[in-house]
């Protein structure tokens, strides 16, 4: 079913042009086969993470696997609106008269989006006077358009997206509780490029081709151009490679596409190697949410990280430690006991940086 998942994102994107959603590593195959099994629900889902990581990609995804693939599909971006009446206007429709500038009855999304899907981009910064209508709307089907006092009531299935941290200790005074709850039914957590090792590649391969088939020219990155992009960190993440690749493939006078062609667009120095690891796993480990075993080694293992990343990450920690592999082992949270095991998987997997 994950399987189906990229199928689909892959021809939308051949129609659209929109990110599509590719890869095979662990962390995203997880993700898919998660969103395959709740497809079919009614029930509300709420997607996290980074911006650029393909969340509207996977609402939508989502939305052509399930039985309401023949009814509407229709994207609130919620930051939009920062005027209450607009935002519930936008939402839930209004009357004529009903404020200033309401010259006529309307319908909103939610109407629109009868029988379908409805997709709240950024509903960490939806506006609080229409959080507690959007409530209503998700527990009892209804909602009452701005001012009018006859309920309509719909069959909709929300689904929201957020790259805040939304969490039940994490709210903040701008996003109700009730409302969190309500909307994580679902809760499918999409990875930061960087977390997903060479699924880069792939997808740097997967735009290649469909830039061939639409401009009927073949072109290629040099071996210093996939150096660069693989050194990179990605804070764009998918969406910010799809703009560089195809920034590379037009400027590119020849087929071999070199540095010069999309240097300008991505930002590189010499701590980007550690950088793409020392945000992920070295985070957690600092923070005592695990050690070096159940963060780097596990992923590398799954294939989630690679040997440059992770070689990287060791010569990340050597820099703190004046080169010390005793005083990295603290630093990586593992016990003495470990050290033995620890260098002989460094040394055979040819991990260990380069005096």
Known sequence: MAARILELSR?????????????????LEAVL????????????????????????????????????REGPFVT??????????????ELFGH??????????????CFEEADGGVIFLDEIGDLHMGAQLM???????????PLGSNQPRRVNVRVIAATNRTLSATGLGEHFRGDLFFRLRYFHLH??????????????????LDRLQYRHGIAKSF??????????????????????????????????????????????MDGNHMARRVEDSAIRQMALNQGDFWSTIHQRYMERD??????????AWGLTRVNGSYRRLLKLFGLPDKDYQRFMDFLRHHKLKPPA
């Open 190 to 207: 999409q990875p930061p490029l960087r977390e997903r090792g060479d699924d880069w590649l792939l997808l740097v391969n997967f735009i």
């Open 95 to 108: 009357k004529r008269g009903s404020f200033t500038g309401a010259v006529a009855d309307r319908k909103g």
């Open 33 to 68: 086969e998660k969103a395959s099994l709740v497809a079919d629900f009614d029930e509300p889902i709420l997607l996290t993470g980074e911006s650029g990581v393909g969340k509207d990609s996977l609402a939508q995804a989502i939305y052509l696997l399930g039985s309401r």
């Open 305 to 314: 990280l690679n040997r440059d990343q992770v070689k990287s990450a060791v």
């Open 76 to 89: 609130v971006n919620c930051p939009q609106f920062q005027d209450g009446n607009l935002t519930v206007s």
């Open 134 to 144: 959007l409530l209503r709307a998700l527990s009892s089907g209804e909602f009452t």
């Open 11 to 27: 021809e939308r994107w051949d129609h659209s042009g929109e990110v599509a959603i590719v890869g095979r590593s662990r962390r």
């Open 222 to 267: 040099s071996e210093q151009s996939l150096q660069m992009m693989r050194a990179y960190s990605w804070p764009g993440n998918v969406r910010e490679l799809f703009g560089v690749v195809t920034s590379g493939y037009a400027l590119s006078s020849g087929e071999v596409i070199e540095p010069e062609a999309f240097s300008s667009l991505i930002e």
